[in-house]
């Protein structure tokens, strides 16, 4: 890399809103402290909404230092792993902040998973006890042997709701499959019985910026996951650059939309610690489909929503969207996967909100590019522009050092106070993509003059038909508009004298119907001829991880 780099002089400047800094003073805060700071701030406020039952920042502190103190007294300590194995429940929270309290390591898993990829995880992060569900606890059990784990906790969705719910709840529940009864075992506690004694007080641990803080799981969408290990000052400080990007949020001000499941670095940082951090109200959905998410939005009126494509595509598509102000919503981010440019437009001119489309990885905390949260300086189709403190290039995809000149396509790397510390029991895999403290991301895109980034695909998807690049995000963002569909995936397949071609998977409108032919035609104007889909499989459903990542894997197996 040249001194006279065009990425070291950091054209994105220029763009940043008025009040966002190149560089920040970070204060010399771990979560907890920040978890303090409102509570003394913001006593009586509302941190977290559960379908209406509301607890207040004191209260949060309160759960959150006698849970610490039951976690002390099982003999957790610091740089101890546990594992928390929840949807968007109050009790996720709570345990998140007692494991940071006394300075233990933090093992997010998605409920979702197989008992196969559970079992990796928490053996791979030598889990010692695990907070989870009471729809999960049987199998949990089952898979304990397997692991290190002595001690398991179960909550339920009843926990914690307002009444009339939490009278019907009792009744209902099983019925309705949202509770289940739990087998007699062995160190198995229940949430509510802890929670209902009182425990000596926990010693805060001794912590650095340096320690980690979790172990974060990578999606698994090329393969078996790995951890990402963050460390405290990775975690503090993207909730830091986060709050100085959004600057036109005020603390204490604002209720946030707490859709993005917290298992997800996404969900954990934007939402999870970004409402503690700035002391808003926490509005959680464990369960993010359409119908609960329109109802979210008309009853809190949150302000702030992060959210993925997939639900910004299920809310526009809602039949009953058009019936409700959602005139609340000020802000939204959007990450996790592209955000299609048709869907943007959709949503905003629906709820008058605006989005700012951003960009990281559970390597990068995950923020490291946000648009402006301004519809003249933000670049619809664009990634944004990097945070502060933080530096991207753009490098040569063959050799991954030499810098590509402005407009060109590379692999984006990174440096910033929040990329990881490395790999969980991986060297070599670390070593791969974290070279003199520049993370190389694996996704392929490029800069504009103003220094705006924008994403064309991973490597690992690119497509070479006949000795030309093909990106699969050129070719979706196409058929997006298509009046049919409503998404739209590409792989490369084999091809006898291209090398690869095009395979495009549809999913339609409902009620819609189409055929090959025209799908292929519609992109006869609108795409090099090589960049054509030459099959075309039309699906109920793409496959997604928990996010709404296509896993392009699974297509290609088809």
């Not at 019985?193 to 340096?210: G, K, N, R, V, W």
């Not at 951090?277 to 489909?289: H, S």
Request: aromatic share 10%; hydrophobic share 40%; glycine share 8%.
């Amino acid at each position: 890399m040249s001194e006279k780099s065009v990425y070291l002089t950091k054209p994105w400047l220029a763009n940043y809103g008025k009040k966002v800094p190149e560089h920040i003073e970070y204060e010399e805060l771990f979560l907890y402290d920040f978890l303090k700071k409102s509570a003394a701030e913001f006593s009586e406020n509302p941190a977290l909404n559960f379908q209406g039952y509301k607890i207040s920042f004191k209260k949060f502190k309160e759960m959150v230092d006698n849970f610490a103190g039951f976690l002390h007294s099982a003999g957790i300590k610091k740089g101890d792993s546990v594992s928390i194995l929840l949807p968007n429940l109050i009790p996720c929270v709570i345990s998140y902040y007692a494991i940071m309290r006394i300075g233990a390591i933090c093992v997010m898993n998605n409920p979702l998973y197989s008992d196969r990829e559970l079992e990796h995880q928490f053996n791979d992060s030598n889990s010692k006890l695990l907070i989870t569900l009471d729809l999960l606890a049987n199998r949990m059990i089952k898979l304990r042997s397997k692991t290190k784990i002595k001690e398991i906790i179960y909550t339920s969705i009843g926990d914690y709701l307002p009444f009339p719910k939490n009278f019907l709840f009792p009744l209902v529940g099983k019925k309705k499959g949202l509770a289940a009864d739990v087998n007699k075992a062995d160190n198995l506690y229940r949430w509510k019985d802890i929670l209902s004694q009182s425990y000596p007080d926990a010693p805060q641990a001794e912590l650095t910026f340096e320690d980690t803080a979790m172990y974060q799981y990578t999606g698994g969408t090329t393969g078996v996951s790995k951890g990402a290990e963050l460390t405290h000052g990775n975690l503090t400080k993207n909730i830091q650059q986060c709050r100085a990007w959004f600057y036109e949020f005020g603390r204490g001000e604002t209720v946030l939309l707490g859709a993005l499941p917290f298992f997800h670095v996404f969900g954990l940082t934007c939402c999870m610690n970004f409402a503690v951090c700035m002391g808003w109200e926490n509005v959680l959905v464990p369960k993010p489909q359409p119908d609960p998410l329109l109802k979210a939005i008309v009853k809190y009126k949150p302000s702030f929503a992060p959210l993925i494509p997939t639900m910004y595509i299920g809310l526009i598509e809602h039949p009953d969207i058009a019936k409700h102000d959602l005139s609340s919503i000020k802000g939204c981010f959007s990450g996790s996967a592209s955000l299609p440019i048709k869907v943007i437009e959709t949503f905003e001119k629906q709820t008058g909100a605006t989005i700012a489309e951003g960009y990281g990885l559970s390597e990068t905390t995950p923020v490291a590019h946000v648009n402006p949260l301004n519809r003249e300086t933000r670049k619809v189709g664009s990634i944004g522009l990097p945070v502060s403190d933080t530096i991207t290039r753009v490098v040569d995809l063959t050799d991954g050092e030499t810098d590509v000149p402005v407009g060109e396509i590379g692999e984006l790397v990174i440096k910033g106070p929040q990329v990881m510390k490395g790999y969980v029991n991986r060297p070599e895999e670390t070593a791969e993509v974290l070279k003199d403290g520049w993370f190389f991301s694996g996704d392929i895109g490029y800069m504009d003059k103003g220094g705006y980034f924008f994403i064309v695909g991973r490597k690992k998807n690119m497509i070479i038909s006949g000795g030309l690049n093909v990106y699969p995000k050129h070719i979706e963002e196409v058929y997006f508009r298509h009046p049919k569909i409503s998404e739209a995936a590409a792989v490369g397949i084999p091809h006898k004298s291209r090398g690869e071609a095009v395979k495009l998977f549809v999913v339609l409108k409902k009620g819609e119907k189409a055929t090959q032919e025209e799908i292929v035609k519609y992109a006869a104007d609108k795409l090099a001829k090589y960049k054509w889909p030459i099959e075309v499989e039309f699906m109920d459903e793409l496959p997604k991880t928990n996010v709404g990542k296509v896993l392009k894997r699974e297509l290609r197996k088809q």
